[in-house]
T-cell receptor
């Protein structure tokens, strides 16, 4: 079954304790991205990756890191979480490869709800 | 950068009636406009999209219209059903080398029986 898998789905942590949210897709997509969803703010892009070892900042990258060492995996790293990073996080992948002819539907994971105390 | 405004934030309609959600965007270079539906506790899923070279697109009970001059686009749902209750997100993107979708704030649509 084609899917994007995120772990953990729920996490409560404390300020400053490093954590990683994993994301894996089995659709051989080149494009992957992380979003955070907050009430009244919609979905905001944190980082995205066009291919292995190619990553770039989205609209709200502060406080986050990513890596893309393998095509299928795109982990989100919070080196020193703070309460303002409490949010619902979505990983997504897409068939997008660049260029006007290929728009690329985003396939989202089930989301990871993070609470930072 | 691109900014997308979505209205209304909440919408309640009677079952069988139509619902319209509107979005405006700021960057005239944007050329791809998808709509995503997120049911309660679920992930967002693409329901329809439109490119800037098209003014309208339909798929059964849903349609999207685009006015490039005014920089706004709308989602129309006709003959609404209870399963249409969800949060709907519009988005805008410039398809050019990288995909940076900018989403609107979302509209919570409730269909009343």
């Amino acid at each position: 079954e084609a899917q994007v898998t995120q772990n953990p789905r729920y996490l409560i942590t404390v300020t400053g304790k490093k954590l990683t949210v994993t994301c894996s897709q089995n659709m051989n997509h080149e494009y992957m991205s992380w979003y955070r969803q907050d009430p009244g703010l919609g979905l905001r892009q944190i980082y995205y990756s066009m291919n292995v070892e190619v990553t770039d900042k989205g609209d709200v990258p502060e406080g986050y890191k990513v890596s893309r060492k393998e095509k299928r995996n795109f982990p989100l790293i919070l080196e020193s979480p703070s309460p303002n990073q409490t949010s619902l996080y979505f990983c997504a992948s897409s068939t997008f490869r660049g260029g006007y002819q290929n728009t690329g539907e985003l396939f989202f994971g089930e989301g990871s709800r993070l609470t930072v105390l | 950068g691109e900014n997308v405004e979505q209205h209304p934030s909440t919408l309640s309609v009677q079952e069988g009636d139509s619902a319209v959600i509107k979005c405006t965007y700021s960057d005239s270079a944007s050329n791809y406009f998808p709509w995503y539906k997120q049911e309660l506790g679920k992930r967002p899923q693409l329901i329809i999209d439109i490119r800037s070279n098209v003014g309208e697109k339909k798929d059964q009970r849903i349609a999207v219209t685009l006015n490039k001059t005014a920089k706004h686009f709308s989602l129309h749902i006709t003959e609404t059903q209870p399963e249409d209750s969800a949060v709907y997100f519009c988005a805008a993107s410039i398809i050019q080398g990288a995909q940076k979708l900018v989403f609107g704030q979302g509209t919570r649509l409730t269909i009343n029986p």
